[in-house]
């Protein structure tokens, strides 16, 4: 089950950190592959499916890290006693883009010309970027786990208790749930409208950033397609830029390369719960 | 109910940004304050207070930040056509600290001797401070927010489902809540045993960087603390480790400024919900 990729380099391979990503199944971890292929660098996957009888991530990934979540990222570097271990999404954005995404597109810009390491002398672009990399899980997914929580009393309630949990249920979409996640929409369809766009001619539309693909996006895009792929969440009639923005994300390359690759490896790739 | 601490330096006004925390009782934003103290930087602070109907933000909130949410933090820097706002604590922690406490203990060296810049070349302190910028809100926070959930569905229930609604919110503590729970307290439990303190003899026990408080410490202070106060959530006994640094934070001389800071300007101080 496990596979690497070429060096990118013509370095010695006891040159180069061995990097390792811990994949699961239907989960956040696919948008760290997602990012490790449009950064070209080497890594080894492990792929981890979910437990069949209550798709919970497996026992195995507690051996990786205490949490038992996923995704992981190890980096053993050459003579290093042991590899260093990342959890937590945004970290593992932030760390692969700081150390291998500084020379591309990916991370934007940090400094505005002449005031590099002034208090507010971050270009928007950069100040975006570091937003998404906090907000996509302390935000958006602590709300889409809510969401996920009472889908799950829907289905798992017994027959008898059916109609009374759908009300509770209805109750706090109503109260709590569905303004929350229209506020969120309202806010990114917003950001994308005003996004720090530098070319005059763009023919791929905004990103959150600006007018191209940034790691924001690659981190935001799996709560995202999430919302995307259910209609009682999110109406293209309502946000539409926000809507046409997800579509566009599932069309990149380096998405398309990253299910590709796990469809190499499984026969079938599937996002979402 | 503004206020504004001196300016450390005997810079003139015009050259120092101007940062201004809006703050809200009961909430993340009581760590901002906390952080803003000890990093003994002038700043306005703005106090909003919740809802009485719901004990939701107030819309005012919505006029700072598109979310209305607490902490949200402002600055405006001399000569800038508009300020910078900050949302998101993680973000706001960084922010902070990269600007105004890179010379303090309170932001853990960044590299290892001799392997600046390097992957892998972090500290291990440096790598857990940047865990934990993501892990409070990504992780801890958000399981805390279907706690918070769960407790007000058993509150706001009409009186005749209440037994049902309880019985339906004890099976998802039995089978999600209090299992996670557990190995998020074990998990810093070991933390805390394995922090990489470097000094031999300390009088105030491991925080979860090392032999001292750091921004890690800081941003962790509020579920931390909110898990503590319901004592079927956090038990003494089963992690004394975890406990008693809970402790030792809200004995923190900046905590306490903190709090003191808020009772002179509101008379009282609640820390949570």
Redesign the interface.
């Known amino acids: 089950m496990d596979s690497t990729t070429p060096a990118v380099a013509a370095s010695t391979s006891s040159d180069v950190?061995k990097i390792t990503l811990y994949w699961l199944e239907q989960s956040r971890s696919h948008r760290i592959l997602w990012l490790l292929e449009e950064l070209n660098v080497p890594y080894e996957l492990k792929i981890f499916h979910r437990r069949a009888d209550n798709m919970l991530a497996p026992p195995e990934l507690k051996k990786v890290h205490?949490?038992?979540?996923s995704p992981v990222l190890t980096?053993?570097?050459a003579g290093?006693d042991k590899?260093?271990v990342?959890?937590?999404?945004?970290?593992i954005t932030?760390?692969l883009l700081e150390?291998y995404g500084r020379d591309t597109p990916l991370l934007p810009t940090q400094w505005k010309e002449g005031q590099e390491g002034?208090?507010?002398?971050?270009t928007e672009a950069y100040?975006r970027y570091?937003?998404y990399?906090?907000?996509a899980?302390?935000?958006l997914?602590?709300l889409m786990?809510?969401v996920f929580?009472m889908l799950g009393?829907k289905t798992n309630?017994p027959f008898f208790?059916k109609p009374?949990?759908n009300s509770?249920v209805s109750r706090?979409y109503s109260l709590?749930i569905t303004p929350n996640l229209n506020?969120?929409f309202?806010?990114l369809e917003?950001q994308l409208k005003t996004a720090p766009v530098t070319t005059t001619t763009t023919t791929t539309g905004p990103y959150l950033c600006g007018d191209h693909l940034t790691g924001a996006d690659i981190l935001m895009s799996f709560p995202l397609m999430a919302c995307r792929g259910r209609a009682e969440m999110l109406r293209p009639a309502n946000f539409p830029i926000l809507y046409a923005y997800i579509d566009r994300l599932e069309q990149e390359a380096g998405y398309k390369k990253a299910v590709a690759k796990i469809v190499s490896l499984e026969g079938k790739f599937s996002s979402l719960l």
Do not use: R
């Open positions: 950190p205490a949490l038992g979540k980096v053993e570097a290093a590899p260093i990342l959890a937590e999404s945004g970290l932030e760390y150390h002034k208090v507010a002398g971050e100040l570091k937003y990399m906090h907000y899980e302390g935000s997914m602590s786990l809510i929580m009393m309630s208790l009374l949990v509770i706090i709590y506020t969120h309202s806010f917003e």
